[in-house]
């Protein structure tokens, strides 16, 4: 049992933590929805217009409206992508870390529990 | 194939099995402590050492936790499989190769370990022991069962071989198994169609979970404060329970849906009857939305409109509602209307209003989408009420699913149903409800109607389960018909009908024969099921017995003489007189569609039905071609419960004098029936649709003596209350049944002689006090009343 689960360990299962990098990444752009954040990062904030009037003045008012809900929508919209991607990158980074330190785990297991008890 | 346990996939399915889910619990548990206890005594200098061997402990926890997350617990089949081994399914294999020696027998307690096997097992009520102590005990054996097992794998397209297809290969790869399943009234093929029911559950537990989109998708779109209020979100509600299970009956049409919608047509209308499965459709493409594979409706909202909710307001403010509410739904812009039950909407009578003046120009400029369900007569009122308003919506037709799907539709919503009452709901229950709907819900379409009987079998559930006898309670308790097979007594009176019938009636024993001879191949579940249990046509003389049968039957058969329909058809002579009897909303007396939807299991006595207007003897061929009517408002009638009786003097005059000339009925049977048809009395092909045309012959003398005494059964029966009774000498039944017959009546006039010459003289003794309780009246010639 030991021996296939170090042959696992650094056969696919190292593999898997490789593939993990991505999976982490899609999961967290995902939940995100990062393309639909892109698509519609400068569209008024939940649609909110005003239907211009026919007055100058009227059209003037709208028009500053619905630059506001735009603004709105972009600064919300920005400051979520920003986090996502942050997190996009601690995923990243994160997979990447695991995957590289993956085949030292069994040896750094067994060299702390000697280092503790070697002292 | 072979199995090999020395393959690696089977190495690892029993390392897999090593791990318990309570080893891994240990394990998971194990390792967290130790790991953060670890970290936290390993920063203080003095206990570092002890730290550093906890967290090494844990990290050689962790190995084997992360070895059967990631690599045991899913272990696919192998594909191309060239063994056994590589198609099993994991936990199977385990199970299958820790076994000593493979034979049917132990594979079966193999395979019933597995989750695939119970739900055959449970959900076909089979007994286990039984199965068991019936499979052979000689590894050679195997080789039949896999090769069952595996064929119905492949007819799946499943390259996988799991519990539940050892089991039907078990079982049906064993002869004495399949005894037992006969015996339990069940099939092969009952076996192979559960075992395709645990795959697709099978199928949907192993599929990855569906992404319906992150936090930015609903950022895009607009708020919809009055829709959320008016309205129920059929994608969020599906998105709450991570997806939905079922079998789609209609792919074809749902992709029609969507093209259309996609493309810019501003509405659909789903056309077809109710229970067809419109509502079904609706949430199949709120799923297939919310997955997103349609670029053009990607994310887009399903939201089903409440008429009731919306109808709470009234005036001005309902179309003030109205219109915030098609004003949001263009608004929001990812938004799908779904008026179910659309003709709600587009109505002018109560529950319902009409909004078509604000939802043409909605569907004219293509603002908001629309899904609406018609029924094809909704349809057909809509396109001939409001022409413009129909034009915008692309029609999709909606037909029932094949009885196959219709049977996988059913046993799906099983599962659901299941869930919601935490019930089993057995195969039987769902093939039997299939059945009784078919039969006893011709208002519904299939699936619905199948579904619908499901629910309504619940409350019976015996124990925990849903069986066929549930839905047989349900079907009795609520069309109040027997569809259970006949118990002992009710047998003996099916097989006795006759005598029972004969206690009410006298002579007439062809008719009474083929009578009963119907019912009971109505009740023995031998004739079909699509017509009515019996149609007979009687001809004879007035005053003979025929509508007297009509009563026994009611009486014996429905329980009751009150279960007859009786229309006099000389009522029925005008053109316009089809519409009355088709009514849907006017007098129930008159209307034969009302007075069989109000009593189902009746006998339909139609009195002289030659005197009825021809277009209503058409209408007499499809009800007895297919068992049901057609109202004025579309919506069908069944007459598949109902005895159909068509009475006819035709040709009397002639069955009188052949029978006076000492002819016997049957030698000029045929005859009779040429003639009447030759003469046009009947169209031949009225004639032919119904089971039987009985003729009646007169009755003789004798025999109105049994009809008199019959009656004079009935008179003790009233007088039994006070302790009295009557009886007749011969002289005075004689003079009874003179004036009881009649030439031309025959037998009619008896019941008024009864009363006027018997009753009449009884009272009169009552009165005067010479008939004491416990008094037996003797009756002789002189003391009867005068007629």
Redesign the interface.
């Known amino acids: 049992m030991l021996f296939e689960l170090v042959v696992w360990w650094y056969g696919s299962g190292w593999v898997g933590a490789w593939k993990d990098c991505f999976s982490w990444v899609k999961k967290v752009q995902r939940f995100f929805s990062i393309d639909v954040l892109l698509g519609s990062l400068f569209a008024p904030w939940k649609r909110i217009v005003s239907i211009p009037g026919r007055s100058l003045d009227e059209k003037f008012r709208a028009a500053i409206d619905n630059l506001v809900s735009r603004v709105i929508g972009f600064c919300v919209r920005f400051l979520v992508l920003i986090v996502a991607v942050i997190m996009v990158t601690v995923a990243g980074v994160a997979g990447i870390v695991m995957a590289i330190i993956w085949p030292l785990v069994p040896f750094l297991a067994i060299a702390l529990i000697v280092v503790g008890f070697m002292g | 194939m072979n199995l090999n346990a020395a393959s690696h996939r089977s190495?690892?399915a029993k390392?897999a099995s090593?791990f318990s889910s309570k080893l891994q619990r240990s394990l998971l548990v194990f390792m967290i402590l130790l790991g953060s206890v670890g970290v936290v005594i390993a920063v203080p200098q003095t206990s570092r050492?002890?730290?550093?061997?906890l967290?090494?402990?844990a990290?050689?926890a962790?190995?084997?936790v992360?070895?059967h997350k990631?690599?045991l617990k899913n272990l696919p089949p192998r594909s191309p499989a060239k063994s056994l081994d590589d198609m099993l399914e994991a936990g199977l294999l385990a199970a299958v190769i820790k076994t000593k020696t493979l034979t049917p027998q132990s594979a079966w307690e193999a395979a019933t370990r597995q989750w695939q096997a119970r739900f055959l097992i449970n959900h076909l009520l089979l007994n286990e022991q039984e199965i068991r102590s019936r499979l052979s005990d000689k590894a050679t054996d195997m080789t039949s069962v896999w090769q069952a097992a595996t064929a119905l794998a492949f007819k799946d397209n499943s390259d996988q071989l799991d519990g539940a297809a050892l089991a039907a290969g078990l079982i049906t790869g064993s002869k004495d198994a399949k005894q037992y399943l006969a015996s339990v009234n069940l099939k092969e093929e009952d076996v192979i169609e559960t075992y395709h029911w645990s795959k697709r559950l099978s199928d949907f537990f192993d599929q990855p979970k569906p992404?319906f989109?992150?936090?930015?998708?609903d950022?895009?779109?607009?708020?919809t404060p009055t829709l959320d209020q008016f309205g129920a979100n059929i994608s969020r509600e599906i998105e709450a329970g991570g997806g939905h299970f079922h079998t789609l009956a209609h792919a074809d049409i749902l992709d029609g849906v969507v093209h259309n919608l996609g493309q810019g047509s501003g509405g659909v209308a789903l056309v077809g009857p109710l229970g067809v499965g419109k509502t079904g459709l609706a949430f199949a493409l709120a799923q297939r939305l919310l997955e997103g594979r349609d670029e053009a409706l990607r994310?887009y909202q399903l939201i089903s409109l409440d008429a009731s909710s919306i109808l709470s307001a009234s005036g001005r403010e309902l179309e003030r509602i109205i219109l915030t509410l098609f004003g949001e739904a263009a608004?929001?812009?990812n938004i799908i209307i779904f008026l179910d039950e659309a003709s709600l909407f587009f109505g002018k009578g109560a529950g319902a209003f009409d909004m078509s003046q604000i939802l043409l120009p909605v569907l004219q400029n293509r603002s908001v989408k629309i899904i609406g369900a018609f029924t094809p007569n909704d349809w057909q009122r809509l396109r001939a009420e409001n022409e413009s308003l129909a034009g915008q919506l692309a029609v999709v037709n909606i037909t029932e699913p094949d009885p196959a799907v219709t049977l996988k539709i059913a046993q799906d919503a099983a599962l659901t149903l299941e869930a919601k009452s935490n019930l089993l709901v057995s195969y039987q229950a769902v093939t039997e409800a299939y059945r009784l709907s078919g039969q006893f819900s011709a208002e519904l379409a299939y699936p619905g109607k199948a579904i619908a009987m499901l629910e309504q079998a619940v409350p019976y559930a015996e124990g925990k389960i849903v069986t066929a006898g549930s839905v047989q309670s349900a079907v009795e308790k609520t069309k109040g018909v027997k569809v259970a097979k006949a118990e002992a007594a009710e047998a003996d009176v099916l097989l006795h009908l006759e005598d029972k019938i004969h206690q009410r009636m006298i002579n007439q024993e062809p008719a009474v024969d083929v009578v009963a001879a119907a019912l009971r191949r109505g009740r023995a579940g031998v004739s079909s099921p699509n017509r009515p249990t019996g149609s007979f046509l009687f001809l004879g003389p007035t005053g003979v017995g025929k509508t007297e049968l009509a009563r026994s039957l009611a009486a014996t058969y429905y329980g009751n003489e009150r279960q007859m329909i009786r229309l006099d058809m000389t009522e029925y002579q005008q053109e316009a007189d089809v519409s009355r009897l088709l009514d849907a909303g006017g007098e129930i007396e008159k209307s034969l569609i009302l007075s069989i939807r109000q009593q189902p299991f009746s006998v339909v006595l139609l009195d002289e039905v030659e005197k009825s207007h021809p277009n209503i003897l058409n209408l007499l061929l499809q009800l007895l071609d297919e068992g049901q009517l057609t109202d004025q408002t579309g919506k069908p009638a069944s007459f598949r419960n109902a005895i159909i009786i068509a009475t006819s003097n035709a040709g009397s005059a002639e069955i009188t004098g052949r029978v006076a000339a000492g002819d016997a009925l049957q030698n000029f049977e045929r005859p009779l029936i040429d003639k009447l048809i030759s003469q046009g009395v009947f169209k031949a092909e009225l004639v032919n649709r119904f089971d039987e045309v009985v003729l009646f012959r007169p009755l003789t003398e004798k025999e109105l003596a049994q009809v008199a005494l019959l009656m004079l059964g009935e008179v003790n029966k009233t007088l039994g209350s006070q302790n009295v009774s009557v009886k007749l000498t011969e002289q005075a039944l004689i003079a009874v049944v003179k004036a009881g017959y009649d030439p031309q009546f025959g037998a009619r006039p008896m019941r008024r002689v009864i009363q006027r010459m018997v009753e009449d003289a009884i009272a009169t003794k009552i009165l005067g006090g010479q008939a004491k309780p416990g008094t037996v009246i003797t009756l002789d010639e002189k003391d009867l009343a005068k007629e």
């Open positions: 190495k690892k390392m090593r050492r002890f730290g550093y061997i967290v090494g402990l990290l050689l962790m190995m084997p992360l070895w990631r690599d992404y989109g992150g936090i930015g998708r950022w895009a779109a607009g708020f994310y608004h929001a812009g």
